[in-house]
């Protein structure tokens, strides 16, 4: 695909306010991922290399499987009576791969309210306008990519410390490459960083390689359970919180499913829907690149990408949440019929 331009003139802003800055406080969403982390651990280590201070502090704990990412000292998990503080003497905030001001959790009063300038590097569709400097920048492949450009501005050489936790984020949220916004610029990317010191096996066996026979277990009931219509294009799964229980794993234990539904021959779209509450439902949603999603998303005030959007549906009871969207994807499939089969792509 033809990579999303640069825009020069915010990298240009971004990597100035950095580099004027002497304390920053950086964090990233709920349940953050290889993404999130990488690049919010790269920045922390390119600013620490320059003498300012600097650390992640997550609005949640991270997934077992992220921890090989950082060392002591560099991600802390937000606790009021200690980082409060922080935020406040911080004279910049950074928020990486957010997807929506709402996902900072617990954090995102504290950080509306910090008085430092707030920054914002992802490569999701949302708008936000307490951000100063945002630096959004949709159909790249992670945003990984996007800070290496603002390292890149900042003159940070990429050492092995920086381009490991940046490789982790760039091959993660490609899917290891494969997704539609790896462009020749990420691979290239991930050339200058495996040159730089990144191992990419080492890095893909610490994050793929490490799930538990529990977890395995549970995405193969998962899977046995998957409802599927229109001849198997269209996908399914509920959890409520039985399952849950039953299973003793964690919400986050079972988000993973849904990317395994575009694996499967055939199939357009695949919904998840995760009980939270009575009447709070997680649903994540994938399209096998034919079907923009990011329409249904916003119309729930969620975000994401065109081919792979989440939200979460407060006040539908959960039993119910499933009629508001599978319609609506049903609806699309129809339509990709009508017109022959053509779809996004592109």
């Not at 060392?71 to 791969?97: C, N, S």
């Not at 539904?261 to 939270?276: I, K, P, S």
């Amino acid at each position: 695909m033809t990579p999303a331009s640069i825009p020069e003139a915010e990298v240009r802003s971004v990597a100035d306010r950095l580099l004027a800055s002497r304390d920053v406080v950086l964090t990233s969403h709920v349940t953050p991922d290889a993404d999130g982390i990488g690049t919010a651990i790269a920045l922390v280590r390119a600013l620490r290399g320059l003498g300012k201070r600097a650390r992640m502090v997550s609005c949640s704990t991270a997934p077992k499987e992220t921890s090989f990412l950082w060392r002591p000292g560099e991600f802390e998990v937000w606790q009021p009576d200690v980082h409060a503080a922080q935020l406040k003497d911080a004279d910049t905030v950074v928020a990486t791969d957010l997807g929506g001001t709402h996902r900072l959790g617990k954090m995102e009063q504290p950080v509306r309210e910090a008085p430092g300038k707030k920054i914002v590097i992802d490569h999701h569709a949302y708008a936000e306008p307490m951000w100063d400097l945002p630096l959004v920048v949709m159909g790249v492949s992670s945003s990984a990519e996007v800070a290496s450009w603002v390292l890149d501005a900042m003159g940070v050489p990429l050492t092995p410390e920086i381009a490991t936790p940046l490789y982790a984020g760039l091959a993660a949220d490609s899917g290891w490459f494969a997704y539609d916004a790896t462009s020749s610029r990420a691979l290239s990317l991930a050339a200058r960083l495996v040159e730089a010191g990144a191992r990419p096996n080492d890095i893909w066996r610490e994050l793929e390689c490490r799930k538990s026979l529990l977890k395995m277990r549970v995405f193969g009931e998962l899977l046995a359970n998957l409802k599927a219509d229109h001849d198997g294009r269209l996908v399914h799964v509920v959890i409520d919180r039985h399952f849950l229980k039953k299973h003793q794993v964690e919400p986050r234990d079972t988000f993973e499913v849904v990317n395994h539904f575009m694996r499967m021959d055939g199939v357009e779209a695949g919904a998840l829907f995760l009980q939270l509450a009575s009447e709070k439902t997680k649903v994540s949603v994938r399209s096998a690149g034919r079907i923009d999603l990011l329409p249904l998303a916003k119309s729930h005030g969620g975000g994401g990408h065109r081919f792979a959007v989440g939200f979460t549906a407060d006040g539908i009871p959960f039993d119910g949440i499933a009629s508001h969207v599978m319609p609506v994807l049903r609806r699309e499939i129809e339509l990709l019929d009508e017109r022959g089969g053509s779809g996004v792509l592109a």
